[in-house]
């Protein structure tokens, strides 16, 4: 008895992300590209190759937080933003490996130099899509990084988004109770 290759079917085509997903990411969520200007994008890749971090999730966070910030000063708690996190929390249960290596990509970073390809892209929570517009991006990405991967590590830690972790941090530190 000898063997033989036997050409299969080719396998279905898994979606062509084009590298943008090549880092480690919140885990479960669906993310989708969109167009960056060339200098915001240069901007951007800079300052996350300084901070050890990937292009798309700097841009993430940096929109997630200019989203609190908008939703702290919607509720008058805009004074509060600066006590938030000043020092990232550590989880309080345990994670799942994928939010583990998240954490670590998050928390053991490793400066680079400064990306070669132009960054034309990023890929964004699907679940952000509804609450961002072409004005707020350039504003929200030139924010404090640092900062929002702060909120970021916090948030993880306890099982939220920013947004959900940062209006509940933020209605303790007034003192507002919460319902449920």
């Known amino acids: 008895m000898s063997l033989r290759v036997v050409r299969s079917e080719p396998a279905y085509p898994l979606p062509d992300c084009g590298g943008l997903l090549a880092c480690a990411r919140r885990p479960g969520e ?4 969109i167009a960056l200007a060339a200098e915001l994008g240069e901007r951007l890749a800079a300052r996350a190759a300084r901070n050890g971090i990937d292009v798309s999730v700097a841009g993430t966070l940096l929109i997630e937080a200019k989203l609190l910030r908008r939703d702290l000063a919607a509720l008058g708690l805009q004074g509060l ?21 998240y954490l670590r990509s998050l928390t053991i970073r490793r400066p680079t130099a400064t990306r070669k390809a132009p960054v034309a892209k990023l890929s964004l929570p699907v679940r952000l899509l509804g609450r961002i517009d072409a004005a707020l991006i350039p504003r929200a990405l030139e924010g404090p990084l640092a900062e929002a991967i702060c909120w970021e590590t916090s948030a993880l830690a ?10 509940r941090r933020a209605l303790e530190l007034s003192g507002r109770a919460l319902a449920g």
Do not use: D, K, M
């Open 30 to 33: 669906l993310h989708e590209p």
């Open 81 to 101: 933003t600066s006590e938030l996190a000043q020092r990232a929390e550590l989880p309080a249960r345990p994670l799942s490996s994928a939010e583990g290596n």
């Open 158 to 167: 306890r099982g939220s988004t920013i947004g959900e972790w940062g209006l």
